[in-house]
C-alpha cells in the first residue's frame, strides 16, 4: 500500500481534468441549486440575503421573518472561496471591457463552477485510484476503474451539473482512504481524517449519516493490523460531532430550532393543499424503491449500467474476491439499499430534472468503482459470450455518459410532460438523432432553444456572443482531441500492463 499519494497520480488527474472540465463547462451550473447555494455562500462572506432579492417562490421563512435556503451549509462553503477569488481578482477586470453587472456575473459564475468542479474531479479522481490501490489492485486495473468512473458513470454528467453529488463522492473516498491507510498503519491520524470527511458531508446534505455509518462499520469489520482501535474511534467520531454541533447552529441560527430538521420545516411551510402530513416524504414506498431499479427515467441499472458487470462477477466470482474487497462490495450494496429506502418515499421522486436518480449517485459510483478493475482481473477466467458482453457493456456506458452532457436534462423532462413517450434515454438517443439530421426536436415550441442545442459553452456562445462562438468552437475541438489522444495513450498503457 503506497505511503503517499504519488504526485504523478495527481497531475495526471488534474490535468485530465481540467481537459474534461473545460469541455463539459455549459457556461453556467447547470442547475438553479447551485445558484441558490452561491447566493448562501454570499450572504455568509458579504452580508447579502440568504436567497436572492425577488425569488419569493424559493426558500423558508426563518427566524426574524427572513428567507432561507433549505439546503445544507456544506457546499456553499465551498463554494466561498472560489467565489472570493473570482469576486476580487477577475470581476474588476471585466467592467473594463464594457460588460454589463449582468454579463459580469454570468462570467464570474462560468468561472467559479469551472474551478469549483475541476479541484473536485481531480480529488475525486486522485482518491479513486488511489482507494483502488489498497485493495491490492494492480496499478494498471486501478487506472482503468478511475478512468471508467470518469468516463463510464453518472459522474461524467455531475461534472457539468455543479450539484453537490461529486463533491459528496470525493468526501466519500477521503474517509474510505483514511480507513484503508489506518487499517493498513494502524495511524489514528487517517481516523480523524476519515471522520473529518464525513462531518463536512453532513454539513453538505443530512442524509450523509448513512454513509458515515457505512465507513465506521467497514473499519469495524476490517480492524487495523496495528495500533489503538479504541483511539482511532474516537479520532473518527469527534470531527464528526463537531459537524452535527455546527449543523445544529446553523439549523438554529436560521429557524430557531434544535430537532428538527431542514426537510421537516419545509414539510410545514410548504406542504400543498390535501397533501398527506408525511410530506415531504409522501410518494408511495414501493413505487419509489422499484422505480429507482427499474423505472425507465430513473433506474441505476440504466444510467449506470456498469453496476450490471459488477453484479455478476460478484455473483460468479464471489470466492475469489479478497474477503476485505468483499466487505467493502457488501458495505456499499447495503449503503445503496438503505439510499433508496430513504428517498424512497421523496415527493420528487430521483430529483426530477437530473440524469438519473441524483440521490443515490454516491453508493452507485462506488460500487462502479469496482466494476472494470475486477472485470480485468477476472475476465480470462469468465466465458468468452460473457467477457465479450461485458466490455460491451462498458463502451455503451461510456457512449451513455457522453450522450448524458451533450443536452440540458430539462429537454428530456419538459418532453415528458408534453406527454411524449418512451424513457429519458431513447429520448436522448431521439433527440441527439434530430440534432445530426438538423430536425426540430419533438415539443421544440415550448423549449428554450437553449435546451435544444449542445449545451457545451462555445455552442451555448452562439445565441449571446454569436460574434465569438466561431473561434471557441474551434478552441473546443481542438481540446476534445488532445483529450482522445491523452485517453487513447492512457488506455494503452493499461492494455500493455495488463498483458505483463
Known amino acids: 500500500m503506497p505511503k503517499t499519494i504519488a504526485i504523478p497520480s495527481v497531475l495526471l488527474w488534474a490535468l485530465l481534468s481540467l481537459m474534461v472540465c473545460a469541455l463539459l463547462n455549459p457556461g453556467n451550473f447547470g442547475t438553479i441549486d447551485t445558484t441558490?447555494?452561491?447566493?448562501?455562500?454570499?450572504?455568509?462572506?458579504?452580508?447579502?440575503?440568504?436567497?436572492?432579492?425577488?425569488?419569493?417562490?424559493?426558500?423558508?421563512?426563518?427566524?426574524?421573518?427572513?428567507?432561507?435556503?433549505?439546503?445544507?451549509?456544506?457546499?456553499?462553503?465551498?463554494?466561498?472561496?472560489?467565489?472570493?477569488?473570482?469576486?476580487t481578482t477577475v470581476v474588476p477586470q471585466l467592467g473594463r471591457y464594457g460588460l454589463d453587472n449582468e454579463k459580469q456575473q454570468q462570467i464570474a459564475v462560468l468561472l467559479i463552477a469551472f474551478l469549483m468542479q475541476w479541484l473536485i474531479a481531480t480529488g475525486a479522481l486522485t482518491l479513486a485510484y488511489e482507494v483502488l490501490r489498497t485493495f491490492s489492485f494492480t496499478d494498471a486495473e486501478a487506472l482503468a476503474g478511475a478512468?471508467?468512473?470518469?468516463?463510464?458513470?453518472?459522474?461524467?454528467?455531475?461534472?457539468?451539473?455543479?450539484?453537490?453529488?461529486?463533491?459528496?463522492?470525493?468526501?466519500?473516498?477521503?474517509?474510505?482512504?483514511?480507513?484503508?491507510?489506518?487499517?493498513?498503519?494502524g495511524a489514528a491520524l487517517w481516523a480523524l481524517m476519515s471522520g473529518a470527511a464525513c462531518g463536512f458531508a453532513l454539513l453538505v446534505r443530512l442524509t450523509s449519516v448513512l454513509e458515515t455509518a457505512m465507513v465506521a462499520g467497514f473499519a469495524i469489520l476490517v480492524p487495523a493490523l496495528?495500533?489503538?482501535?479504541?483511539?482511532?474511534?474516537?479520532?473518527?467520531?469527534?470531527?464528526?460531532?463537531?459537524?452535527?454541533?455546527?449543523?445544529?447552529?446553523?439549523?438554529?441560527?436560521?429557524?430557531?430550532?434544535?430537532?428538527?430538521?431542514?426537510?421537516?420545516v419545509f414539510g410545514r411551510q410548504a406542504r400543498p393543499a390535501g397533501a398527506p402530513a408525511s410530506f415531504p416524504f409522501s410518494y408511495p414506498f414501493w413505487k419509489g424503491f422499484w422505480g429507482t431499479l427499474f423505472s425507465p427515467d430513473k433506474s441505476v441499472f440504466l444510467f449506470d449500467p456498469l453496476l450490471v458487470i459488477l453484479i455478476v462477477i460478484a455473483v460468479w466470482k464471489w470466492q475469489m474476491i479478497d474477503g476485505v474487497l468483499r466487505t467493502a462490495i457488501l458495505s456499499f450494496s447495503i449503503l445503496?439499499?438503505?439510499?433508496?429506502?430513504?428517498?424512497?418515499?421523496?415527493?420528487?421522486f430521483g430529483g426530477d430534472v437530473a440524469w438519473g436518480h441524483r440521490f443515490v449517485t454516491l453508493p452507485v459510483q462506488l460500487l462502479c468503482l469496482f466494476s472494470v478493475p475486477l472485470l480485468l482481473r477476472f475476465e480470462r477466467a469468465l466465458p468468452p459470450l460473457v467477457r465479450r458482453t461485458a466490455w460491451a457493456l462498458v463502451?455503451?456506458?461510456?457512449?451513455?455518459?457522453?450522450?448524458?452532457?451533450?443536452?440540458?436534462?430539462?429537454?428530456e423532462v419538459v418532453q415528458r410532460e408534453l406527454g411524449y413517450p418512451h424513457g429519458v434515454i431513447v429520448n436522448r438517443a431521439l433527440n441527439l438523432v434530430d440534432f445530426a439530421q438538423g430536425r426540430e426536436v419533438p415539443g421544440a415550441e415550448k423549449i428554450p432553444v437553449e435546451w435544444r442545442s449542445l449545451?457545451?459553452?462555445?455552442?451555448?456562445?452562439?445565441?449571446?456572443?454569436?460574434?465569438?462562438?466561431?473561434?471557441?468552437?474551434?478552441?473546443?475541438?481542438?481540446?476534445?482531441?488532445?483529450?482522445?489522444?491523452?485517453?487513447?495513450?492512457?488506455?494503452?498503457?493499461?492494455?500493455?500492463?495488463?498483458?505483463?
Request: proline letters at 4%; one cysteine or more; hydrophobic letters at 50%.
Open 36 to 87: 441558490r447555494r452561491l447566493q448562501v455562500a454570499r450572504w455568509m462572506w458579504r452580508g447579502e440575503p440568504p436567497v436572492i432579492p425577488g425569488e419569493t417562490s424559493f426558500g423558508l421563512i426563518g427566524r426574524d421573518e427572513v428567507r432561507h435556503a433549505w439546503y445544507g451549509i456544506g457546499q456553499s462553503l465551498v463554494l466561498m472561496p472560489f467565489d472570493a477569488l473570482v469576486s
Open 147 to 185: 478512468l471508467a468512473l470518469l468516463f463510464g458513470t453518472t459522474f461524467l454528467q455531475y461534472i457539468q451539473s455543479a450539484q453537490e453529488n461529486n463533491l459528496l463522492l470525493f468526501l466519500a473516498l477521503v474517509a474510505m482512504y483514511g480507513v484503508r491507510r489506518w487499517q493498513k498503519d
Open 336 to 348: 445503496l439499499l438503505a439510499y433508496i429506502g430513504m428517498y424512497a418515499t421523496y415527493f420528487d
Open 226 to 264: 496495528t495500533g489503538s482501535a479504541g483511539r482511532a474511534l474516537k479520532s473518527f467520531a469527534f470531527p464528526v460531532l463537531g459537524a452535527l454541533l455546527i449543523d445544529r447552529w446553523y439549523h438554529w441560527r436560521r429557524f430557531g430550532e434544535i430537532f428538527s430538521t431542514y426537510m421537516g
Open 395 to 411: 463502451f455503451v456506458s461510456v457512449i451513455l455518459q457522453a450522450a448524458s452532457t451533450a443536452v440540458a436534462p430539462n429537454l
Open 455 to 500: 449545451y457545451y459553452f462555445p455552442f451555448q456562445l452562439r445565441f449571446r456572443f454569436p460574434a465569438t462562438a466561431t473561434a471557441a468552437i474551434t478552441v473546443w475541438v481542438a481540446l476534445l482531441l488532445c483529450m482522445l489522444t491523452s485517453i487513447f495513450l492512457l488506455l494503452n498503457r493499461i492494455g500493455s500492463s495488463h498483458k505483463n
